[in-house]
Nanobody, 123 residues
Framework: VQLQASGGGLVQAGDSLGLSCAGS????????MGWFRQAPGREREFVAA????????TYADSVKGRFTISRDSAKDTGYLQMNSLKPEDTAVYYC?????????????????WGQGTLVTVSS
């Protein structure tokens, strides 16, 4: 399984940006999916996750109400829609496939990680 996140870029505070995560080998079929991020000088942190059906979701408090995680089972692709972006959202964003079917905010519960995509939010 290989994952690749895409869609990052430079935006201004208040703007929106959508990230995608696709890959080879039917990466998400039957497994939970998550998004994490790592800002410069900081540890990687959980952002959002959903279960194998996409029906159960969980978000970090810092993004709740602004970010939406989703997936397209037919395309086997995951998404993270980010609205009302803030400078503190600046980070490299990573998608990951869980080891099992449910959503999790622990990175130890993920088996595969994609290369990240950089999101920079200017003030």
């Amino acid at each position: 399984v290989q994952l690749q996140a895409s869609g990052g870029g430079l935006v201004q505070a208040g703007d929106s940006l959508g990230l995608s995560c696709a890959g080879s080998g039917r990466p998400f079929g039957g497994y939970g999916m998550g998004w994490f991020r790592q800002a410069p000088g900081r540890e990687r942190e959980f952002v959002a996750a959903n279960d194998w059906r996409g029906g159960s979701t969980t978000y970090a408090d810092s993004v709740k109400g602004r970010f939406t995680i989703s997936r397209d089972s037919a395309k086997d692709t995951g998404y993270l829609q980010m609205n009302s972006l803030k400078p503190e959202d600046t980070a490299v964003y990573y998608c990951a496939r869980a080891k099992k079917v449910w959503a999790s905010f622990f990175d130890r519960d993920y088996a595969y990680w994609g290369q990240g995509t950089l999101v920079t939010v200017s003030s």
